[in-house]
């Protein structure tokens, strides 16, 4: 095979300080995440308390494992990134981690946050990834294993995860709200005036516009001007700078702004990071090399080619938004999975009623009795987490009775400060709606001003 082609570049020897450096860094991250969700109770408060879970289209069969279960499966999940970052057993606490950490989210989805779904493909990738060949217990135990050079491919694989993530942050960015009315900033911004010195700016128009062009820019160019060596250090900065910002302005963003500034750091040069783990173990870079096993430096075929259906899925999957009718941000189909981070403004308040067809008795549903406040502040907004909570009201009535009970939804939802509109068909048995890839037709059209909205 040609020396230029594809496939000879990706499996160009490369040093392996890259993939030490993030398989701790990362490791060291879900474990303080993992301990985050200990020791506030959040273990407790979003799998054990509530009654009722969200399960995703496909995967019911994901349920919570009660108290203990769930304090020992996160519990699994924690002593797994420890081995990461240690590098003690290494390919067993990434599967143990990745498993245990994409259980847990998905047992319900009003738990969704696109960051968690970044750490599972993450999780996923460092299965494959010799990450443990250099600075771990398993050298130590296996000296055998130890390897200085790794294939190109395998560092490439995660930076180009994270400039996926980031381009299509980019890409979602590009719409009139975001751009042109800088909205949700002007909404948002508002609650930040008790800040020092730059309160009262949060008032202003230009300021909302500031944060929203900036961030649009940022997102779509940053992973550019990381993978370039000239403008790396500078774009690192910005990614610390930005990130940063996000974290003081919007902390019910979580961790991903940490997440992002960590997992990043994988964009600086081997050489870069070498010294720095040399500096680290007391090692010198003569001295390191005196004692080399080579990797041998053919890639199978058949990675490759998985690794190429992997990337085509992460670019397919946040376009298939496109092959639905209306506004995107109203019916969220497609939504979920495709790197819009905090993008719009969106609550409502939904109310169900359940009919017995035959008697004709219609009994108003209380969703305290079956939902948290979370679950409910997420379902009213969300179509198909009000289908599947239409479907377990259906159950529930039919147990308490009711002969083939009928479920309907009255919903009223405000999106990016507009006002309030209907959301839901009232006139629609949800109980009867099937869960598939089809448009929602039960979800209201979102209706500009001064336009008259008719119920079938």
């Known amino acids: 095979m040609p020396e230029h082609s594809l496939f000879h570049r990706i499996q160009k020897p490369a040093d392996i300080a890259p993939l030490v450096i993030f398989r701790v860094l990362f490791g060291l991250m879900m474990f303080s995440g993992i301990l985050r969700f200990w020791l506030n109770g959040w273990i407790t408060d979003l799998y054990v308390t509530p009654r009722f879970y969200f399960s995703y289209w496909g995967f019911e069969w994901v349920k919570p494992l009660g108290d203990t279960g769930m304090h020992l499966l996160f519990l699994t999940a924690g002593v797994a990134t420890i081995c990461i970052a240690a590098g003690f057993l290494y390919r067993i606490a990434a599967v143990v981690f990745f498993l245990a950490f994409t259980y847990i989210e998905l047992i319900d989805a009003t738990n969704y946050l696109n960051h968690y779904y970044f750490i599972s493909l993450i999780g996923f990738l460092m299965i494959w990834l010799p990450a443990n060949r250099y600075f771990s217990l398993d050298v130590i135990l296996w000296p055998e294993l130890k390897r200085n050079q790794v294939p190109l491919w395998t560092i490439g694989i995660i930076r180009l995860q994270i400039a996926i993530v980031y381009f299509f942050a980019g890409m979602a960015k590009l719409s009139p709200d975001w751009l042109l009315n800088a909205t949700p900033m002007k909404i948002w911004l508002p609650a930040k005036s008790h800040l020092p010195l ?259």
């Open 198 to 456: 730059i309160g009262d700016l949060m008032y202003t128009s230009w300021v909302a516009y500031l944060f929203s062009w900036f961030g649009a820019v940022y997102d779509l160019f940053i992973a550019f001007f990381l993978v370039n060596r000239r403008t790396r250090p500078i774009a690192y900065v910005f990614v610390i700078a930005f990130h940063l910002a996000t974290a003081l302005f919007f902390p019910g963003i979580g961790m991903f702004p940490y997440v992002m500034i960590i997992c990043s750091f994988v964009f600086f040069s081997s050489s870069f990071q070498r010294d720095l783990l040399n500096r680290f173990t007391g090692q010198n870079s003569l001295a390191q090399m005196g004692n080399i096993y080579q990797l041998p430096l053919r890639t199978n075929k058949l990675v490759i080619l998985a690794a190429a259906i992997y990337f085509f899925i992460q670019v397919i999957v946040p376009l298939r938004f496109l092959i639905y009718p209306g506004k995107l941000f109203w019916y969220e189909e497609g939504y979920r999975f495709s790197w819009r981070v905090m993008l719009m403004e969106k609550s409502g308040n939904t109310f169900f009623y359940v009919k017995e067809p035959s008697t004709g008795k219609t009994y108003e549903v209380n969703n305290n009795e079956f939902l948290t406040p979370l679950q409910d502040k997420m379902m009213s907004t969300q179509p198909d987490l009000i289908l599947r909570y239409a479907h377990y009201l259906a159950s529930v009535y039919s147990e308490r009775g009711l002969k083939h009970p009928a479920v309907y939804a009255e919903s009223y939802v405000t999106l990016n400060g507009a006002r309030s509109r209907p959301f839901t068909n009232p006139n629609i048995d949800l109980s009867r709606q099937h869960f598939s890839w089809d448009h929602y037709t039960w979800i209201l059209p979102f209706v500009k001003k001064n336009e008259t909205q008719h119920h079938d």
